[in-house]
């Protein structure tokens, strides 16, 4: 269990793990979309990298293999 007190825990329920899913949902809202995402926290991810969504409505991170799918 994480102690309450320490300032990780007071972190840990503002940023989502990065690269913990293999698949995300995200919204037009999100573009332009880039991975890791905003809300990621990114010292233990890869570089950002911008992903291009809107022609196909679909994306794959070439870092970690993520699969990005564009919801109307």
């Known amino acids: 269990m994480t102690n309450p007190n320490t ?6 329920h503002k ?3 990065p690269n913990a899913e293999n698949c ?6 999100d573009l332009p979309l ?14 950002r990298v ?3 969504i809107e022609e196909t409505g679909r ?8 699969d990005y799918i564009l919801k109307e």
């Open 7 to 12: 300032a990780a825990a007071a972190l840990e």
């Open 24 to 29: 995300y949902e995200v919204t037009r809202a």
């Open 34 to 47: 880039h991975c890791p995402m905003d809300g990621m926290s990114l010292w233990n991810s890869h570089p």
């Open 59 to 66: 994306a794959k991170c070439p870092y970690c293999g993520a």
């Open 50 to 52: 911008y992903l291009p």
């Open 15 to 17: 940023y989502r793990e």
